[in-house]
């Protein structure tokens, strides 16, 4: 492999994506044909889409699999859910080691330009261009926990529910795994009686932030780790704007990108 490859799949993480990558066998009864591109090599190439914003056809040649390869593996890894299921395994490893603080959680969105396919609406904060969103809750610390898309114009508060019920249930140091955060905070986007109810329900503690009552000074004490959270995200160049016409392309990335802020966080 070339040193851009190892730097951006260093062993520690191969080893990880082992665990949830699926097993190709080729099979060529008539014998010949070209040897199958290696796993790592692809995977290598997507993390370079995912971190530089580049297009699949300006792929460097430096990874070795041609752009056509690399996407028939993208596309065949995210049918099989490969990046929700590395996305846990990084849970895991973090619960194990501690490093996952349940006892408050944060929930927070943001918007961004979408050019065509399903899941898309107009941003009510970008002069109705069409647009599509990315939720996210975060532990105590910022690590991301679950992440979600929708269209620009679904409310924060429709989200909630199944960004919430997405949370996996994560092991620790002690105990059994566990799937619900102590409290959780949240924006005035948040704030309807049903939503409270519903999370009181599910043994959580509701802190949103009332409408008209609730300063931001108050309300940022605790919401700052989401916001900062969201500011890594733009280091995944590729959601600056959504280029990916099928939902469950887009929302691949975003999946990468929190899981490499996990990663980090597992190697530091």
Not at 78 to 101: I, N, P, Q, S, Y
Not at 116 to 131: E, V
Not at 138 to 158: K, Q
Request: aromatic share 8%; charged share 25%; proline share 7%.
């Amino acid at each position: 492999m070339t040193r851009l490859a190892e730097r951006l799949v260093p062993d520690e993480l191969w080893e990880l994506f082992r665990r949830v990558v699926p097993e190709t066998v080729v099979i060529r009864p008539q014998g010949g044909g070209r040897r199958r591109s290696g796993d790592r090599e692809c995977l290598a190439a997507i993390v370079f889409v995912a971190t530089s914003g580049c297009t699949w056809r300006q792929l460097p040649s430096v990874f070795g699999p041609a752009w056509p390869t690399v996407y028939r593996r993208f596309a065949r890894w995210t049918e099989a859910r490969v990046w929700a299921r590395l996305h846990r395994v990084f849970l895991d490893e973090l619960g194990a080691h501690g490093e996952l603080d349940r006892t408050r959680f944060a929930a927070d969105s943001v918007s961004g330009r979408a050019l065509k396919g399903q899941l898309t609406g107009p941003n009510p904060t970008d002069r109705g261009k069409s647009g599509s969103k990315i939720h996210l809750v975060v532990d105590r610390t910022g690590l991301p926990a679950s992440v979600a898309i929708s269209a620009a114009n679904t409310h924060d508060s429709v989200a909630l529910q199944p960004l919430i019920a997405s949370i996996p249930p994560v092991p620790s140091r002690r105990g059994p795994r566990r799937r619900r955060p102590a409290k959780l905070h949240g924006d005035n986007g948040y704030d309807y009686p049903h939503l409270r109810r519903w999370l009181l329900e599910q043994g959580i503690t509701p802190h949103i932030a009332r409408r008209g009552i609730d300063t931001s000074q108050r309300l940022g004490r605790h919401r700052w780790v989401v916001e900062r959270t969201m500011s890594w995200l733009p280091g995944c160049r590729r959601l600056h704007r959504r280029n990916e016409r099928k939902p469950e392309h887009f929302l691949a990335f975003p999946a990468i990108a929190t899981s490499l802020i996990n990663y980090r966080r597992l190697t530091k």
